[in-house]
């Protein structure tokens, strides 16, 4: 037997600070139109997807900061990717800043939504690991600001019975911590959604620079096979406003194989014909988790 859900992984190529909404929006339509024409279920998109990755440079003004969040989803400009979805029966998952109102507190999030067939939000996610620090660097490159603009998500690790199957969604940094993928797959779950802006540099330890591409694939490799489970990472790629980000969008079996693999470092669409049933092989033996996970023990060795 087999449970075949077809994805598309959209890269996304740089977002300038100027550019609009609208403007993003169009070029999102358009690699949702490619996913329809190629036959896929779902289309991923990028984490923060709708404007560039403000986190790397510094804002003090609150309006200005607001100024990049959504405070309702669908909005005024997104409308147009939920219609789009709806008739073309496409569904897709991303990432956006959200601004949330919570017990009269305005809340600030890095969140992913993952959007079926019929343009229904049926997971939403906030981005729990955040990277980099709470003020500004003085001498860095660029700034790594999330821990300043988003709060950490309070809406735990969860995963969604859609397209067939129990799907997942993380975000960026999240992908290099083995808790993730383990809170997902204890859920059962089968294909984990995420993804990223990740800078091919890191002022606060150059010495790991030239390894920013293998530790990409590393963590999302090594994520899918010890938790038998199919991943699609996401990238926002290439050098935006000074910043020069990797690509390596790839979809990723439980096997651990990389499946399919963006080229470029622009707007990019990779599909893949993805089989849940493939997790079962290792869920069922190497991976039984019943079986051979000794939790009674895992307390100890951290003693
Ligand atoms: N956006 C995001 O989470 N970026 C982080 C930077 C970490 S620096 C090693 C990432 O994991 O790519």
């Known amino acids: 037997m087999s449970r075949i859900v077809t994805i598309g992984a959209a890269q996304f190529g740089p977002v300038s600070r100027a550019e609009s909404r609208g403007d993003v929006v169009l070029r999102l339509l358009g690699l949702l139109r490619e996913g329809h024409a190629r036959g896929c279920d779902l289309v991923v998109f990028t984490e923060v997807a709708l404007t560039a990755f403000f986190p790397h440079w510094y804002m003090e003004d609150p309006a200005e900061i607001d100024s990049y969040f959504e405070n309702e989803m669908p909005g005024r400009e997104t409308q147009l990717l939920f219609d789009e979805a709806k008739k073309l029966g496409v569904g897709f998952c991303l990432g956006y800043a959200e601004l949330a109102e919570e017990e009269g507190q305005k809340r600030h999030f890095n969140t992913s939504i ?15 690991h955040l990277p980099g620090y709470d003020a500004f660097q003085p001498g860095h490159a660029y700034q790594n600001l999330e821990k300043y603009y988003f709060d950490v998500g309070n809406l735990g690790f969860r995963v969604w019975d859609a397209f067939g ?139």
């Open 114 to 128: 993952l959007v079926n067939k019929r343009a229904e939000i049926v997971g939403k996610y906030r981005k729990i």
């Open 165 to 303: 199957g129990r799907i997942g969604l993380c975000i960026c940094y999240d992908r290099r911590w083995p808790e993730t993928y383990r809170s997902l797959a204890l859920q059962g779950a089968e294909m984990i959604l995420l993804g990223y802006n990740t800078p091919d540099s890191n002022p606060a330890n150059p010495g790991s620079n030239h390894l920013a591409n293998f530790h990409n694939l590393l963590t999302m490799q090594a994520g899918a096979y010890q938790n038998c489970a199919w991943v699609v990472g996401v990238a926002k790629a290439g050098v935006e406003e000074g910043v020069s980000q990797i690509g390596q969008s790839c979809i990723i079996a439980p096997s651990g194989e990389i499946v399919a693999m963006c080229a470029s470092l622009e707007d990019e669409l990779i599909v893949a014909q993805c089989d849940l049933d493939q997790a079962k092989a290792y869920r069922e033996t190497v991976f039984n988790f019943e079986e051979n996970r000794r939790v009674e023990y895992y307390g100890k060795l951290v003693e």
